[in-house]
């Protein structure tokens, strides 16, 4: 089965109940189809309903689905592996709630995303604001993008972060979008680029 566009944000076909059998599965290649969907979580047990969700227009994948088992102890069994690859791209399978039964907290997870820190955070800082909600056991080898960058002293931006923090004023003329990419705040050079009395010898290349 097939669901459009108007069925994905309520994870659900028309109920309001909460179906312990029913999951929501994210990430999933635009080739995925339900039947290989199906196929791959039929070893977790036997589905009832299997859907991936489309666009009503243009029909193509959005790139997640549902799927519904009859027995919720398959649930358990798929959450139970930490590793699921469909169409050679790592999938997220999660319980499904409907959008007006969204639980208050769901701790099936032990990593959580943290958005929008100043720019001085450092990873103590995190570190010894979360640790008041339980043991931290990650950030003692922090994977973030602003980690790598500080501890790669050949990395452009550690050199616009030691400018940063010498409180000289600069612009930036030039910058090499290849290498930089996305791994610095698009803020920050505004705000860079803002200065009176730019040194004209100044270049991040």
């Not at 997220?92 to 639980?103: E, H, L």
Request: glycine letters at 6%; aromatic letters at 8%.
């Amino acid at each position: 089965m097939e669901g459009d566009g108007s069925q994905a944000t309520s994870g659900s076909l028309n109920d309001s109940q909460h179906d312990p059998g029913k999951m929501f599965i994210g990430g999933l290649s635009w080739q995925t189809s339900p039947d290989s969907l199906r196929d791959y979580f039929s070893k977790f047990g036997e589905i009832r309903e299997c859907m991936v969700m489309r666009d009503p227009t243009t029909k193509r994948s959005r790139g997640f689905g549902f799927v519904t088992f009859t027995d919720a102890a398959s649930v358990d069994k798929v959450l139970a592996q930490q590793h699921h690859e469909l169409d050679s791209k790592t999938i997220d399978p999660k319980v499904a709630f409907p959008r007006r039964a969204q639980p208050k907290m769901v701790t099936r997870t032990k990593k959580i995303f943290v958005g929008g820190l100043s720019a001085n955070t450092v990873v103590e800082d995190v570190k010894q604001y979360f640790e008041q909600f339980g043991k931290d056991t990650c950030t003692r080898r922090c994977r973030t993008r602003a980690a790598q960058i500080l501890k790669d002293p050949s990395h452009p931006g550690n050199k616009l972060f030691q400018l940063l923090q010498s409180g000289r004023r600069f612009r930036i003329i030039r910058a090499r979008t290849e290498r930089l990419k996305r791994s610095f705040y698009p803020q920050a050079i505004r705000a860079l680029n803002t200065h009176t009395r730019p040194l004209k010898s100044s270049i991040i290349d």
